[in-house]
């Protein structure tokens, strides 16, 4: 099994049914004579081989798929295809249809990503991409509905002066509540400090399903960080996870161990780090107070939407065999 879905590189993401998918950049010439193509799989978590090397597109694609609820998005070079949990193609769209130039190539710099409580997707870059030396690439952040694969809308998330500073990659997460948190490698003035080295910023917005919020400015996630070049620092290609109430974002680069960073960076290049930090629009994990009322023959469950995103179980015996109530939602909280 491990054969079948093991090529030359891929990135695994993991579904609302349980399941698995592996994303693929396949270079063996198994699924196209052409090779460096991109394939998927699907696997269950004791291994078994649900649906196997499916073709998604004949280019190669660098670490852009997303499980969203009730399926996943695979990104590849300037098209997104939508899929169901078990592997079928519920259509694709440009990423243009955003209205934005984000990079057509496989996609170092940018990202997709989803929550599988949530049907959005979210693309965060630079645009227009050119390069990472180029002026006025601001990172923007752009949303799809997977249900109608529709472009919902799009906003900037870097602040600063677009004249003055450079944006390199950019990477995102997002949770339950479509809360999400943008980190990109940025330089913010290079014209007052043109020998300033890349520094991680990060900035959290919310989506409500038609508009986007910001929650932040952009800030510096890092104690090690030196927007001004006088610290030797470096710190860039980030990645970030969430959750409702922590966001954990990682990078590599030159710091220095003891959090001393007007002190200069004196770990190894390339060294991988990361900090966590508060949410600032935390919700607790704490399940909910339920509230049970009789409607005729039925009996009703509700709880707070406050309380955040929960998953109603049921079973036949108290003492085990749980599984999901279809469909989620049951009901909608009050």
């Known amino acids: ?30 699924s196209d004579p052409a090779g460096n193509v991109t394939t998927f799989a699907i696997v269950t978590p004791s291994g078994s081989i649900v649906k196997t090397n499916t073709l998604v597109d004949p280019r190669d694609i660098w670490d852009n798929v997303a499980a969203y609820k009730g399926g996943f998005v695979v990104r590849c070079h300037d098209t997104l295809y939508f899929y169901n949990n078990a592997g079928d193609l519920q259509g694709s769209t440009p990423q243009a249809s955003s209205g934005l130039t984000f990079g057509t190539g496989r996609n170092d710099a940018s990202r997709v990503a989803s929550d599988i409580r949530s049907y959005y997707v979210y693309l965060a870059g630079r645009t227009p991409e050119v390069s990472e030396n180029n002026p006025g690439e601001a990172v923007w952040v752009a949303i799809w509905d997977s249900r109608t694969r529709a ?15 450079r944006n390199n990659r950019v990477n995102l997460a997002v949770d339950a509540l479509d809360r999400f ?32 919020t910001y929650l932040t400015h952009s800030f510096y996630p890092f104690v090690n960080s030196d927007p001004t070049g006088v610290a030797t620092v470096l710190t860039e290609k980030p990645s970030v996870a969430m959750t409702t109430s922590k966001i954990c974002i990682a990078a590599n680069g030159i710091v220095n161990n003891l959090n001393h960073p007007a002190d200069g960076g004196n770990t190894a290049a390339q060294t991988t780090f990361y900090t966590v930090i508060s949410h600032p629009a935390p919700v607790s994990s704490t399940p909910p107070t339920i509230t049970a009322t009789k409607s005729g023959n039925n009996l009703i469950l509700s709880w707070a939407a406050s309380a955040g995103s929960f998953t109603l179980q049921s079973s036949a015996v108290v003492t085990g065999g749980w599984a999901n109530v279809v469909p989620q939602p049951p009901i909608v909280p009050v």
């Open 181 to 212: 948190c943008v980190a990109y490698a940025n330089k913010a003035d290079i014209v007052n400090f043109p020998t300033a080295s890349w520094q991680v910023a990060a900035r959290v917005m919310a989506f409500d399903g038609a508009k986007i």
């Open 151 to 165: 472009f919902v809308t799009a906003a900037q998330v870097s602040d600063g002066s677009p004249a003055n500073e």
């Open 1 to 30: 099994s491990a054969q079948e879905v093991s090529r030359t590189g891929g990135t695994v993401a993991g579904l609302d049914n349980g399941n698995f998918v592996v994303v693929i950049h396949d270079k063996t010439g198994y």
